[in-house]
């Protein structure tokens, strides 16, 4: 199943999306329904089941998460390719970690499908983009083992880690600060529930600016797959229903691209996964809305 957040008379509502685009609610928030199992499982089957409620070209979409009750799980230096680029364009030398790199983004920075992601060019210049494939946690856990890791998944979505390169780097070279900045995160368009997902670790993941194709990979090309990412970091940390844990970018980023190429005022910047769908995001200079108004 398709589960999203659809924005109907300005307030957030859990929907199951059909095979043409068109919707129906399912009666609680996504949140709610995860937390929910089993029960909130089959609540989401029996809207499937019923005739759409919402016909797709009224649909508005957001973030499936909204208000993730944690921040964002996120994973560094997760594709080979990524991480030789990334030594290339800093001239020094970077390797692969003996265990997973993790940091987070807070809850304010996610935005939906079709949200413009901000730029604040009094903080940032220099601003990125990470097509990623973002697992979203069902079943709470503790030093999860990776033989049970994907029983713990309730499913999976796309994310962009907006990262600003310059700030990044003005603080130590930490990640946080860098990649936590507001709207540094759009989700979506929805969550595809696990079970539709025969093999997590076998998708074609893109990314494109304007049209122009700038990311292509394989999930198959993790260091570290999604079982070994789970039981790593649930490690003495629990992980609870609705928990986000984005799994790393693949090779082709802007400020590796020789000369870097940054993300500019209404640049347009289309995420694509095999099997999940696409998440499309327009840039918005901040200070030009400022002048507007």
Not at 40 to 56: F, K, M, V, Y
Request: net charge negative; aromatic share 4%; with cysteine.
């Amino acid at each position: 199943m398709r589960l999203a957040t659809a924005i109907i008379d300005g307030r957030p509502e859990g929907v199951v999306i059909h095979a043409d685009g068109a919707a129906t609610r399912v009666g609680m928030p996504l949140q709610a329904l995860i937390e929910s199992g089993d029960a909130g499982l089959a609540a989401a089957r029996a809207a499937a089941a019923r005739p759409a409620d919402i016909p797709a070209d009224a649909l508005r979409l957001g973030p499936p998460l909204p208000q993730p009750r944690k921040n964002i799980f996120c994973v560094g230096r997760n594709y080979s390719e990524h991480i030789a680029e990334g030594a290339r364009a800093q001239n020094i030398a970077i390797s692969a970690t003996e265990v997973p790199v993790f940091f987070t983004k807070p809850p304010t920075a996610i935005c939906g499908p079709g949200d413009e992601v901000p730029i604040f060019p009094h903080v940032s210049t220099k601003v990125d983009y990470e097509v990623e494939l973002a697992v979203v946690i069902g079943k709470p856990g503790r030093d999860i083992p990776a033989d049970r890791a994907l029983t713990h998944v309730f499913g999976y979505m796309i994310l962009n880690d907006v990262t600003a390169r310059d700030v990044q780097r003005r603080h130590g070279n930490q990640w946080f600060k860098g990649k936590g900045l507001d709207g540094s995160a759009p989700t979506g368009p929805w969550i595809v529930t696990a079970d539709e997902i025969a093999d997590p670790m076998a998708l074609g993941i893109r990314l494109s600016v304007n049209g122009e194709p700038r990311q292509e990979g394989n999930t198959r090309d993790m260091i570290f797959d999604i079982p070994t990412l789970i039981a790593s970091l649930s490690q003495g940390l629990t992980l609870e229903p609705g928990d986000i844990i984005a799994t790393g970018t693949p090779s082709g980023v802007g400020y590796a691209m020789e000369p870097p190429r940054f993300l500019a005022h209404g640049d347009r910047v289309v995420c694509e996964i095999d099997g999940i769908g696409r998440l499309e995001n327009t840039m918005r200079d901040t200070s030009l809305s400022a002048q507007v108004a």
